[in-house]
């Protein structure tokens, strides 16, 4: 039997669709358009095409967005005063610093910077500290997709094993600890195992809930998955197909064709969490917007 | 055979010698005296005497202490109010709330009032997001006296599969954090299991090092252990005993007259993680007054 597939796309539209819905009502309501900031620093084309995508977004569900493009040899000193300025801008709700940054800037000083109430990446220290102490907060956008896709799915992660390949602080880190809080939309046994673990089948074969955010080209296969168990996939890797008219292809961090009969529900690339991480953004913004987390 | 004791006193002593002797250094090179304030509210008896035993430290390493004792009736604002004089005054380094406060206190509000540059508890949420994030900060000091023993007593983390038993704020949670760090001190596959896991015991075995923080006395039994693992006890229960003189005994969340036999390490209690706890809050207290951490 084949693995059902999770329909991110379709999900993340359904998620857009009550946004665009509320954000008609916040306009018509209180006045107030979601507004969103996005920096990009130098000319990563997979950046380039990710700010793209959240443009898109944006316009979607009608909200107001910006992109400030920085040269990639810009100072430190030039995106802080830029980000102080977006922080004291009423008309911006989020801003959003695309990673990663140029090796000459520090990552954690410029998203230490940015105003905790219009992180909408959810990666402040504030945001990121009160995500592990269960308080409300903004969650960054891909942890918070996948739990967005367990639960629409049908598949909650309470009371099962869920082991989280990788522990990046964007995706793995968060996602592990959102995942074992004490609520109903958590409440999981979490393992987190990274890339130098010897034998990483003994903990994925494990998995009620496999979540892949390695890095790696299908990384993971079909002998590495336990039996029936649900596979989430949040690898997006180029990888060189000159076959492909632009010269490369997208995967995932899953063999898809050796998973896909062992697993009982598995995320496609692409078409899976990637929507989702975008419909989240937004909806963190429209939250932003609307003071859901943070009242004032 | 038996189990290798880890001895916690003494580890603990060791680190508060070279305390003492950087507080001295401290004290004659640049006239810092380390200050320590600790807020006690109500009249719990086990609070009381944990307050005891730090006040004891800090005269041990030669630090200034003030413990400010409050009615268990006082208002949220009237202890935010001593914590902004707490926060201010320049002969005190580390602020101390004793937990658990009354339920009528909102335990974030006053933990979040605390300056994060004096938090040497490692509860403010700014602390808690920099160790989600691999930044430096200041940890827990039950969780990073855990780290410390197992350094101390050669039982390095890195490899390792780490079992924590109990996802609290203060113990389980943090620790995670810090053990799946991408660090030499940490880098182990971590897993964490709660109370309402059904069968624990499936996690438990698995664990080269188990640590129990659940709160639960004599919880951990042998036939729950692995062969050759090491355990590490955090509990510290009150179990009611008509024998003992003050009316009860200790006990801790293990038993260790089953496991004794089973692992190759395991610490006591008291005399584990109980020292180890008040050595760390020293230490954090004696960085926060040379400003190790953070330097304004």
């Known amino acids: 039997m084949s693995a059902a597939i999770i329909n991110g796309k379709q999900i993340a539209e359904e998620i857009k669709f009550k946004i665009k819905q509320e954000t008609d009502h916040l306009k018509a309501e209180r006045g107030i358009t979601p507004g969103l900031a996005f920096i990009l620093v130098g000319d990563n084309p997979a950046s380039q095409s990710y700010v793209k995508m959240k443009e898109k977004g944006c316009n979607e569900v009608g909200f107001y967005s910006i992109t400030e493009k920085l040269s990639g040899y810009v100072s430190e000193e030039i995106i802080i005063r830029l980000i102080e300025q977006l922080n004291n801008d009423p008309q911006i709700h989020g801003i959003l610093t695309q ?127 336990k039996k029936g168990g649900i596979v989430i996939d949040v690898g997006i890797n180029r990888v060189k197909d000159n076959d492909a008219k632009i010269g490369y292809r997208i995967t995932g961090d899953v063999h898809f064709q050796s998973v896909v009969n062992i697993a009982s529900a598995i995320t496609p690339v692409p078409g899976g969490v990637g929507p989702m991480t975008i419909a989240i953004l937004l909806r963190n913004t429209l939250w932003a917007a609307s003071r859901k987390i943070y009242s004032e």
Chains 1, 2 share one sequence.
Do not use: W
């Open 99 to 225: 990673l990663p940054l140029p090796s000459h800037i520090r990552e954690d000083r410029i998203l230490g910077a940015i105003d905790y109430r219009k992180d909408v990446d959810g990666f402040h220290p504030i945001n990121a500290g009160r995500l592990l102490l269960g308080q409300p907060c903004f969650v960054p956008c891909t942890p918070l997709g996948v739990q967005e896709l367990l639960i629409h799915s049908g598949n909650y992660p309470s009371g099962k094993h869920v082991v989280v390949v990788g522990r990046s602080h964007i995706v793995g880190k968060p996602l592990a600890n959102l995942l074992m809080q004490k609520n109903e939309r958590g409440n999981a046994i979490v393992t987190v195992v990274h890339s130098s673990v010897k034998d990483i089948s003994l903990y994925t074969r494990q998995a009620d809930i496999l979540i892949v955010a390695i890095g790696s080209p299908e990384f993971i296969t079909g002998e590495m998955v």
